[in-house]
């Protein structure tokens, strides 16, 4: 009695301990089989009874999980139970519980793997779509060609230095060739040339990355719209008497106005433009021969020599950003020139010349009207089936297209819902370099003749703005082909002594001339 009696605590105490380290070794199991501790210890873990090398608690019969005669994966908040009365004799009974609080079946050092990783790539895609979505950067649409096949403009912040455009350049393997501040809109512009043959839609593409560049565009080309030679009409200034030019010559001939000519080198000696090229800009930055193009397009808006222009009284300025070789103008010429006409007061600028789609020199029109100017432009010598041709479909832009002495269509004459108005265009007599005269053809001689009456109405009353000139001109037009506007003839042929009549503030203003009435279809 007195030797047994001292063994029951000692027998109590190895139970609890036998009970506290298979609480441990199931624990510790449950860890190594998620990747704790390297596989657990001793480099094969700690097995419960009848689990050594075995996946299965003592029976082996199904799968690890509570009840089923094993253990398995330790959820989130999970237990593991052991069998009534446990694994020997011990405190808790039977059904004792060990809970295990795992909120995650990842480790923790491969958790904080993944979820820098996604912050990651979810930095990278947050980026790459800030970059896909940056306005401004305009590759040429599928199917357009007319640019300079290896240069780009950028239009670059204000702040950046030439050597940082050059290092820029660099890195896109490109070579800057010019940049140009401007202020109409305000804007720094550089032209660059690519260096390895790959094609501008890609280079502008790849630039979207760099934040000092916040545009970049195809260098566009343009084309002035003159058609081939032209044979002679009767009477050879048939426009005159078709326009009643003769009778808005006594209320306007457009004294104190200045009209752009943005084309190629006017000859300004020519004995019809005495004394009215008041100023030359070179917009291409080489000096050319004088092109007949230039020097006709000048003639018939202000010619007063053997020839009479529409505003004979006007001044020129005569802008080259066109070359006498091909005949050919590029955005940043063009923009380059629209600059100068802006800042230098023209209160008309001719553009007898079509190409395609712009942004930039959208923006700068858009400007310029706002400014005041009155901005005409030729509908361009395509064709019918054409698309519109531009600066002329801009909306700020009065687009004129041409028609012969019996009022018929140019036939090369693109057609469109943009055409305002109709002028004479075909078979006219103007001047050229050298004191000479040529036969012109196409909707760049029309052009000029509206911006002659557009000069004519500036004179008659200051006042007018771009939408009212407009306005005027296309409601004192008469009507041709379809009634109504149409997209052939836009609202019909500007009638100048019409349009002059209507453009003074009050009637009784106009003194010495009764205004007559529009004459009858």
Do not use: C, W
């Not at 007949?292 to 009479?308: K, Q």
């Amino acid at each position: 009695m007195l030797d047994k009696q001292p063994r029951k605590p000692l027998t109590r105490a190895l139970a609890l301990v036998a009970a506290g380290a298979l609480s441990l070794s199931l624990v510790a199991e449950s860890a190594a089989q998620r990747g704790f501790a390297g596989g657990g210890f001793g480099g094969r873990g700690m097995s419960s009874p009848g689990n050594i090398g075995g996946g299965r608690m003592p029976g082996g019969d199904g799968p690890r999980y509570p009840g089923g005669g094993g253990m398995g994966p330790i959820r989130p908040g999970g237990v593991i139970m052991l069998p009534p009365g446990g694994y020997g004799p011990g405190p808790g009974g039977p059904g004792t519980v060990v809970v295990v609080d795992d909120d995650n079946d990842a480790p923790p050092q491969r958790r904080r793997k993944t979820r820098q990783t996604k912050k990651h790539e979810q930095k990278q895609q947050k980026t790459q779509k800030q970059i896909a979505q940056r306005s401004g950067f305009n590759p040429p649409p599928p199917g357009e060609h007319r640019f300079v096949p290896n240069e780009v403009l950028l239009n670059i912040g204000g702040s950046m230095s030439s050597p940082a455009l050059n290092a820029l350049a660099r890195r896109h393997r490109l070579t800057q060739l010019e940049s140009r501040d401007f202020t109409l809109p305000p804007r720094r512009l550089a032209r660059l040339r690519i260096n390895d043959g790959r094609p501008v839609a890609a280079v502008i593409r790849s630039l979207q990355q760099e934040a000092s560049i916040l545009a970049a565009q195809p260098n566009y080309y343009y084309s002035l719209e003159q058609g081939p030679s032209a044979t002679a009409a009767d009477p050879p200034q048939y426009s005159l008497s078709k326009m009643r030019l003769p009778e808005a010559h006594a209320l306007a001939k457009g004294s104190n106005i200045r009209v752009a000519v943005i084309d190629t080198t006017i000859d300004a000696q020519h004995p019809d433009l005495a004394g009215t090229v008041m100023a030359t800009f070179d917009a291409i930055g080489k000096p050319d021969k004088p092109h007949s193009h230039g020097t006709g397009i000048a003639g018939v808006i202000a010619a007063h020599g053997r020839l009479m222009g529409v505003a004979p009284s006007v001044t020129v300025l005569a802008i080259a950003a066109f070359t006498s070789l091909g005949s050919k103008g590029s955005s940043m010429a063009i923009l380059t020139g629209l600059e100068y006409a802006g800042t230098s007061g023209a209160d008309v600028i001719n553009m007898s010349f079509a190409g395609p789609s712009d942004p930039e020199m959208q923006l700068k029109i858009a400007t310029l009207r706002k400014k005041g100017a009155v901005l005409v432009a030729a509908a361009g010598n395509a064709g019918p089936q054409s698309r519109p041709l531009y600066p002329a479909a801009y909306p700020d832009v009065i687009a004129v297209t041409a028609t012969d002495a019996d009022d018929k269509l140019f036939d090369k004459a693109n057609r469109g819902t943009h055409i305002a108005v109709a002028a004479p265009g075909v078979s006219i007599l103007a001047a050229a370099p050298g004191e000479s005269y040529q036969m012109q053809s196409g909707t760049s001689f029309a052009a000029a003749q509206v911006s002659g009456v557009a000069a004519l109405l500036r004179e008659r009353n200051r006042q007018l703005d771009p939408a009212a000139i407009r306005r005027i001109l296309t409601s004192t037009a008469r009507d041709l082909g379809p009634a109504g506007h149409d997209d052939q003839f836009g609202s019909g042929l500007v009638d100048a002594f019409s349009a002059v009549s209507s453009a003074t503030p009050k009637a009784s203003e106009v003194s010495g001339t009764a205004a007559a009435p529009p004459r009858a279809n």
